[in-house]
């Protein structure tokens, strides 16, 4: 893999994908689908897209106490926004790697089953699961080198200015 440097963004190309390292702040190109890590509530992170109205407290509560979870490692489509459910509040571990990758798994099968040419995917668990960037960084790097010929073209590792750089490093070792 080729590593380029343009302002805040490295990019390398990786089995015909342009692959772009940068902070959420600073989009390297416009995506598909943004993925965001996510508990299995999905409190976590507020979808901006969605409008929320004003209910009663009771009612509220009511709504999050009967609400169905989504199982770890799963992950919820909510238009161009996908969930990554990484993330369980109510264990000990609220993060494991096992959720990590089988949700990097299930973001490429979707976005080969729904021809996505280009997607921005966080260092799942490393947000709020606390996990090192390593693995949910090889988990990505791994499915990117076994990924069929599709439609995607540019992927967006999306990551903290401070992990730039060794995210960056490590890329380059694959």
């Not at 965001?36 to 992170?45: A, K, Q, Y």
């Not at 966080?122 to 949910?136: N, V």
Request: aromatic share 6%; with cysteine.
């Amino acid at each position: 893999m080729k590593l380029t440097h343009e302002g805040s963004t490295k990019s390398v190309l990786g089995n015909g994908i342009q692959v772009a390292i940068a902070p959420r702040e600073s989009p390297p190109f416009p995506v598909d689908v943004m993925v965001f890590e996510e508990d299995t509530n999905l409190i976590l992170t507020v979808d901006p897209v969605i409008e929320h109205e004003e209910e009663h407290i009771i009612r509220t509560m009511t709504d999050i106490m009967t609400a169905k979870k989504h199982k770890p490692g799963s992950v919820v489509v909510n238009g161009n926004n996908w969930y990554a459910v990484v993330i369980d509040l109510d264990r000990e571990l609220i993060c494991r790697e096992s959720w990590c990758k089988e949700a990097v798994d299930q973001i490429f099968e979707l976005t080969v089953r729904n021809d996505i040419c280009s997607i921005a995917v966080p260092l799942l668990g490393t947000k709020y699961g606390k996990l090192q960037f390593e693995k949910p960084l090889q988990y990505i790097i791994e499915r990117i080198s076994s990924i069929q010929p599709c439609c995607l073209e540019y992927l967006w590792l999306v990551v903290s200015c401070d992990e730039i750089k060794k995210t960056a490093k490590r890329v380059k070792m694959f």
